[in-house]
């Protein structure tokens, strides 16, 4: 059942998606850029074995370290120029979400969720060529795009992990076990209490592992 809070938030917030909003189309339009962007990247890399392969798993920590950062400080606490991220994440995400209520009702509900398309395109059209014009300044082609489609293929995770942990319980990607875990430790960050102190990790934990932020149950004399 949906806490009356949360009903009238999102009845508030409804005017704020356009009348003509997908979110089939929103979901579909951020699959097709990204793997767009990672087809053209892994099609020219040279497949040699060097040391350059190192690439994946240094740019995957890098994604790890900074989907925890980003979560943890500007979209959980007003930072000046960054404030409008708090407001987004916090201020709304977290009002239309609540641990009593992750569940999507309507595909329309996506839009709290995914990343805005402008987002996508900005991430598609100037973030990726500048890295890639960076690295293959400074180190190699091979780097710069083994980075760039590196980045790209953990930005996706981030958005099907999210999209995942608000799909209904009885939805099929709700039991695969990697997400089943990741929904669990969702759900918590979504109790407001909590939110700013624990689980900043959307996807792979390991950045809460590191910084032994992660957590499942109320500490010991709380209640929700
Ligand atoms: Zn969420
Ligand atoms: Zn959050």
């Not at 710069?144 to 590196?150: I, P, Q």
Request: neutral net charge; contains cysteine; charged residues 15%.
């Amino acid at each position: 059942m949906i806490p009356q809070e949360v009903l009238q938030f999102r009845k508030a917030y409804e005017s704020n998606i356009g009348k003509y909003y997908s979110g089939w189309v929103h979901g579909a339009f951020t699959l097709c850029v990204f793997l767009g962007v990672m087809v053209i990247c892994i099609a020219k890399i040279e497949t040699d074995f060097s040391e350059e392969w190192l690439t994946v798993p240094i740019v995957f920590c890098i994604g790890n370290l900074t989907e925890y950062v980003v979560h943890r400080y500007p979209l959980h606490h007003p930072m000046g120029m960054l404030a409008p991220l708090f407001r987004i994440h916090t201020l709304q995400h977290h009002q239309y979400y609540t641990d009593q209520a992750m569940e999507f009702e309507s595909s329309r509900d996506v839009n709290m969720v995914l990343f805005p398309p402008f987002v996508i395109i900005f991430f598609a059209v100037i973030f990726i060529p500048v890295v890639w014009l960076v690295l293959n300044f400074l180190v190699s082609a091979n780097v710069a795009y083994l980075s760039c489609a590196t980045a790209t293929f953990y930005f996706l995770c981030y958005e099907v992990f999210h999209f995942s942990h608000h799909c209904p319980d009885a939805s099929w990607i709700a039991k695969v076990p990697i997400i089943a875990r990741a929904r669990r430790v969702h759900r918590f960050h979504h109790n407001k209490r909590f939110m700013s102190l624990y689980n900043f990790n959307i996807t792979f934990p390991f950045s809460d592992w590191v910084f032994k932020t992660e957590k499942f149950e109320l500490p010991r004399g709380s209640s929700s």
